[in-house]
């Protein structure tokens, strides 16, 4: 056929190809068996919710105004217009992209900037600034470890951690959930059979809201020559009278920890992560760890948007002091209105549990239905049993937003007919 001009010829219809059999691919059939599953119980999924704006305490969703605790935001730094000032100038000066990687000309000043300031806020030498948190753990832990290694963790540690040990080809081995006696016997038991060993515990865990006893972890780690690395993706901006993390909320000298693991995705409202500690092991991570060397620099937007979301952390500590005492007044109204919290410490993160997936998801949609956007956090994501609704708090909520929301549960959950969990 003759192609008009200036246009391209129109493609010829291709025969639909049958392809190869995608049903092998791993989980594959699990996982449509559950979509389907939930498609006949006619429920709406609660995953891939589009937000039309910025989503923060409050957030629109298909232009319902809903007051939100699905969003990382916790010092309500999201949409800030300084931090979005500070990315537009960064933009204007340096372009979005850095267009290598840093080792080959992708540097830019305003990433030393922000790893001077993430290694002062964490009282450590030195900083390194990875693409993404997720990204962070894997290349990292994959460049510590290797096949002689081991990596002992919380049963509850995040799946970064695991697949950086896959990579590894370390032998890995998760203890009983915030028991430092575990650690410790496993330690004992396994030290001498492995190399290196790395102990990898979170700051501030992201399903139960509840807090590691970093004394006692780092005592171990001493005792039994073990690396200690601390992930605070939910403890930067959290924890402590001024966001510092664990280690300030604990009143623990942050050099007790060997490697500490961050993320600009939550508190600092932007996209990457880091590692902060001694400066010959972000110099040596620096030069070797792949997912840096070998991935694009971190853009320079993200990076001067975390740096002016630190530097407004640091400079309005109001904003700490009123997400912790909202986690504080939303846990104390949940188990008062006989919701299992769990071991939440109410400081950011307040789980309600109810054990079935099913029940979650339904107390999720009838919340919706009210006003109230939370996600369900439902097996495999959580062990078989302990499905939940997982509540972020944000400094930007208001008493009011926590009363309303807890009322519009309690009317969901009674108009469900679920049991009161306790
Ligand atoms: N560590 C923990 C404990 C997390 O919860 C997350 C993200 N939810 C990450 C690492 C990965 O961070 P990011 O989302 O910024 O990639």
Redesign the pocket.
Known sequence: RLARRGSPPAPEAEPASPGRDLGTLPGMRDFETMREAGAALGMESPFFRQHDGVAGAHSSIGGRRYINFAS?NYAGLNGDPRVAAAAKAAIDRYGISASASRLASGERPVHAELEVALAAHHGTEACLAFV??????VTVIGQLLGPRDLLLHDRL??N??AEGARLSGARRIAFAHNDPDAAERELAAQRRRHGRVLLVI?GHY?MDGDLPDLARFAAIARRHDALLMV?E??SIGVLGATGRGIAEQCGVDPGLVDIW?G????TLSS???YIAGRRRLTDWLRHTAPGFVYSVGLAPPLAASALESLRLLQAEPWRVARLQSNAALFLRLARQAGFDTGSSAGLGIVPIILGSSLQSARLAAASFEGGVNVQPILFPVVPEGSARLRFFLSAEHSPADIEESIATLVAARDSLAILKAS
């Open positions: 990382y993404s948190g997720h990204a962070t753990n540690i995040h970064s951690v979170e992201s992930d993706a939910h693991m993320t600009l995705s939550k996209c990457g992560g």
